[in-house]
């Protein structure tokens, strides 16, 4: 793994390893607005990492409480 984060509904790392000085904003990924859209698993494309600088592959998966998307 390069980077484990989480990031909330507006787009914006709320915390990550390696840790960040600010924010990350991943509103124009792939992977994020498929998240956003399925409420479920999505697989990014080949890119270079905002956190890590290093090419790879991004996953997530939504997080909801109560049947609400919390990130």
Not at 14 to 34: G, L, N, Y
Not at 42 to 68: D, K
Request: with cysteine; net charge positive.
């Amino acid at each position: 793994y390069l980077v484990l984060a989480t990031v909330g509904t507006d787009g914006k790392s709320t915390c990550s390893a390696p840790p960040v000085k600010e924010a990350i904003d991943v509103r124009d990924r792939s992977w994020f607005q498929r998240t956003l859209r399925d409420r479920d698993f999505a697989a990014g494309e080949y890119q270079v990492g905002r956190i890590s600088n290093q090419p790879g592959l991004a996953f997530s998966y939504p997080l909801l409480a109560n049947n609400q998307l919390q990130g």
